[in-house]
Structures are given as structure tokens and as C-alpha cells.
């Protein structure tokens, strides 16, 4: 298994930026895939999810401006971010679960990023006011 992210940059409030996660050895398996962010001195959080079905769902601060998507046949995993905003400074890093967990997906309680088994790298996106 292996997950890498790419599309992080540096914008100005109110741009967009596009990531993408290429996950290899997981996507046919996974029932829940999702981005989540740090930005320093904090805890990790997640920001979308998506399940086996595609169905989505997003943290409460990113709704109406984050879309998360999946393309199967790539083995890609997107976040299409608009209306960005200065607290959106992270680093952002996409997940999928593993075998042995069963991920509460569409779940934001603290910590449950911690049960995804699959991590990437992360990129770096930093918005500026």
C-alpha cells in the first residue's frame, strides 16, 4: 500500500487548489477514504471522507467549499478546495483504512483519525490573508 499526495501550494484567501492522493494497492479494498489536515500545535483532524459507495461527508468548516472525490480506475483520490481561507493552513494528508479497524466513516469525533491504517506524506497548503 502506498498513498501519495501532491497539489499543495501556497494561495491567497478566497483561491482554490486541487489535491490529489494516488493510492496504490488500496482502493479497491477500502471502505472509507478521507483527507485529513495538521496545522502546527494542533491535533490532527479529518476534513472528508468518502466510503465505498462514494457517498461523502465533510467536518463542519469545510461544508460548501471542499469536495471530495475518488476515480476507482486511477486509483486517485482528489479534495477540490474553493474558498480558501487562512485557517485552512495544514498540512494535508489522505487516508484509507485497513483490515483490521472498522472506521466510522462520516464520524469527526477527536482521535479517529488514528483508526485509518494507510497514511501519505502529506502537502503542504498555506493560505494567505
Known amino acids: 500500500v502506498q498513498l501519495v499526495e501532491a497539489g499543495g501550494g501556497s494561495v491567497q484567501a478566497g483561491g482554490s487548489l486541487k489535491l490529489f492522493c494516488a493510492a496504490s494497492?488500496?482502493?479497491?479494498?477500502?471502505?472509507?477514504m478521507g483527507w485529513f489536515r495538521q496545522a502546527p500545535g494542533k491535533e490532527r483532524e479529518g476534513v472528508a471522507h468518502?466510503?465505498?459507495?462514494?457517498?461523502?461527508s465533510y467536518t463542519d468548516s469545510v461544508k460548501g467549499r471542499f469536495t471530495i472525490s475518488k476515480d476507482n480506475a486511477k486509483n486517485t483520490l482528489y479534495l477540490e478546495m474553493n474558498s480558501l481561507k487562512p485557517e485552512d493552513t495544514a498540512m494535508y494528508y489522505c487516508?484509507?483504512?485497513?483490515?483490521?479497524?472498522?472506521?466510522?466513516?462520516?464520524?469527526?469525533?477527536?482521535?479517529?483519525?488514528?483508526?485509518?491504517?494507510?497514511w501519505g506524506q502529506g502537502t503542504q497548503v498555506t493560505v494567505s490573508s
Open positions: 494497492g488500496v482502493m479497491a479494498s477500502s471502505k472509507c
Open positions: 468518502i466510503d465505498s459507495h462514494g457517498i461523502t
Open positions: 487516508a484509507a483504512d485497513g483490515p483490521f479497524i472498522a472506521v466510522k466513516c462520516g464520524s469527526w469525533s477527536a482521535g479517529g483519525w488514528a483508526d485509518f491504517a494507510y
